[in-house]
């Protein structure tokens, strides 16, 4: 059962790597699936099986390379104390790192765009972290929209203005803006 759950994972990141190699070559508007699995080598079926779309591919790239990583290092800042904006310098340097991909990628906007798999994936991190705070339900999804948007609006700007800040200094800028209010929060035990 392995080998065959081994074999299913390396075939979805082929189709992952096949189509991060053809964005960088292509604008992602203009990409088909049918060139996606031609560079990849598999069938339209074979990619269906793991992808919904092109942006499901999209998705699955961030949740591999930032989301699923991050959780780890999240877990590691609950028990060990670990700072946030470490976290959130992290994620920075994670884009940086692969900056010409993901400003081609962040500049398809509309339905299933980059922008709104960020900001799903920041508010569910965002409803975690208020989750021991006080608050309404209605309090905790205003706060949680409030934080995953700005949070996504302030990358994705990053993004298609060239990275031009380092990325430690955009978590400090985040950091600075936004980590004394969840501080005086916790102080206040709302």
Request: proline content about 3%.
């Amino acid at each position: 059962m392995v080998e065959k759950e081994q074999v299913l994972h390396e075939t979805a990141l082929k189709i992952m790597r096949s189509f991060h190699k053809l964005v960088m070559e292509k604008d992602f508007t203009k990409l088909t699936v049918a060139e996606i699995c031609e560079a990849a080598q598999v069938s339209r079926k074979t990619f269906y099986k793991y992808f919904k779309d092109k942006n499901d591919v999209v998705e699955q790239i961030l949740i591999k390379d930032i989301i699923a990583p991050m959780e780890k290092l999240r877990e590691l800042y609950i028990n060990m104390d670990l700072p946030s904006g470490m976290i959130l310098e992290w994620q920075y340097q994670q884009f940086y790192k692969d900056r010409k991909f993901y400003e081609r990628i962040s500049a398809f906007t509309g339905q299933n765009s980059f922008y709104e798999f960020v900001l799903k994936h920041s508010s569910e991190i965002i409803t975690n972290k208020l989750k021991p705070l006080k608050l309404s339900d209605l309090e905790h999804e205003y706060m949680t929209y409030f934080y995953a948007s700005s949070h996504t609006m302030l990358l994705v700007k990053w993004m298609k203005d060239g990275m031009l800040i380092p990325p430690k200094l955009m978590a400090s800028y985040y950091e600075r803006w936004t980590i004394p209010i969840f501080q005086n929060y916790d102080e206040q035990g709302r």
